[in-house]
């Protein structure tokens, strides 16, 4: 069982930075890939970035080069870093916790075996 918290949320204006934290429990976190997800009001939930548990990343195009995903598996906390940040990122922010390989985060639709309630990021033009 593994237990995900997100924290960093909050209101930014268009083009500023944030920086979300999930912190996870268990002793076998490195062994997990990790990943970010959103899911914006009236749409579904979308994939951002997964890291593996060597640290290779994989991004979506609408996210690639602003944000970066990185974990510190000392920490058992996995990062999101936003930067450029837009109005259409604005969304409620999900960390997720999965023994699928994370390059097969596109590929497997129930990608994600542990979920965080998530944390709200608004963008305001």
């Known amino acids: 069982q593994v237990q995900l918290v997100e924290s960093g949320g909050g209101l930014v204006q268009t083009g500023g930075s944030l920086r979300l934290s999930c912190a996870a429990s268990?002793?076998?976190?490195?062994?997990?890939?990790m990943g970010w997800f959103r899911q914006a009001p009236g749409k579904e939930r979308e994939f951002v970035a997964t890291i593996s548990g060597g640290k290779i990343t994989y991004y979506a195009d609408y996210v690639q080069g602003r944000f970066t995903i990185s974990r510190d598996n000392a920490k058992n906390t996995v990062y999101l870093q936003m930067n450029s940040l837009k109005p259409e990122d604005t969304a409620v922010y999900y960390c997720?916790?999965?023994?699928?390989?994370?390059?097969?985060?596109?590929?497997?639709?129930?990608?994600?075996?542990?979920w965080g309630q998530g944390t709200q990021v608004t963008v305001s033009s």
């Open positions: 997720a916790a999965s023994q699928t390989p994370a390059y097969l985060v596109t590929k497997i639709r129930s990608w994600g075996d542990y």
């Open positions: 268990g002793r076998t976190f490195s062994s997990y890939a």
